[in-house]
């Protein structure tokens, strides 16, 4: 199994521009979940979903901030328009159960100029 | 609000040493807890992963243990070697079930290093 996949890896953008992280799960799993890492506030979870349903959206900063899970293979996190405050590493997890294990993908470091 | 402090945030150990690292938690009501390893600009590794209702869980050189009550875990890692530096972080899933439940709750993590 290839893991967690997430794309792109690196993302250097400028204030005020839209931004689209990407994550495929792996293959199987109900569960899929929206992390951030910063240096000041460690890894806090931004949005989950089961069976491509988004079920606790409470920790998503702002409207400026969307997450979609089409189909049970991609999930997609926006931010528009993004801030220098945004930048950070999201990461994105999969789960078979609610409470399984979860599995990480590499991350999306982002750089808001 | 559930709380994941662990302590120390750094340790340097020579290599070969045992050690242990500490996660506390202000809010017993937990489902299970899981230890993760972070290497530097990669994910996260799951390394254990314990029910509330276990003491502990062993993986190889490592084990892990739970007190719910007193709100702590430690990770012990024995013989430590350089290939184990890594931020280690322990996170928390709640008890109750769905409604926003299922994501976990981290620690900042302790940045370990081993020296050879």
């Known amino acids: 199994d290839a893991g967690v996949i997430q794309s792109p890896r690196h993302e250097v953008t400028e204030m005020g521009q839209e931004v689209t992280l990407r994550c495929k799960p792996i293959s199987g799993h109900d569960y899929l979940f929206w992390y951030r890492q910063t240096m000041m506030r460690g890894l806090e979870l931004l949005i989950y979903?089961?069976?491509?349903?988004?079920?606790?959206d409470s920790g998503m900063p702002e409207d400026r901030f969307s997450a979609k899970m089409p189909n049970a293979s991609f999930s997609t996190l926006k931010i528009q328009p993004s801030e220098p405050r945004d930048s950070a590493v999201y990461f994105c997890?999969?789960?078979?159960?609610?409470?399984?294990?979860?599995?990480f993908g590499p991350g999306t470091r982002l750089l808001v100029l | 609000k559930q709380e994941v402090t662990q302590i120390p945030a750094a340790l340097s150990v020579p290599e070969g040493e045992n050690l242990v690292l500490n996660c506390s938690f202000t809010?017993?009501?937990?489902?299970?807890l899981q230890w993760f390893r972070q290497d530097p600009g990669k994910g996260l590794t799951s390394l254990l992963l314990?029910?509330?209702?276990?003491r502990e869980q062993t993986s190889g050189r490592l084990n892990a243990s739970l007190d719910k009550s007193s709100g702590r875990s430690t990770l012990y890692i024995a013989a430590s070697q350089p290939g184990d530096s890594a931020t280690y972080l322990c996170a928390l899933r709640g008890e109750d079930s769905g409604g926003g439940a299922d994501g976990l709750t981290f620690g900042k993590g302790t940045h370990l290093i081993i020296q050879p």
């Open positions: 997890a999969s789960s078979q159960s609610s409470r399984g294990t979860q599995y």
């Open positions: 979903f089961n069976n491509n349903v988004p079920i606790d």
């Open positions: 809010d017993s009501a937990i489902y299970n």
């Open positions: 314990i029910q509330s209702s276990q």
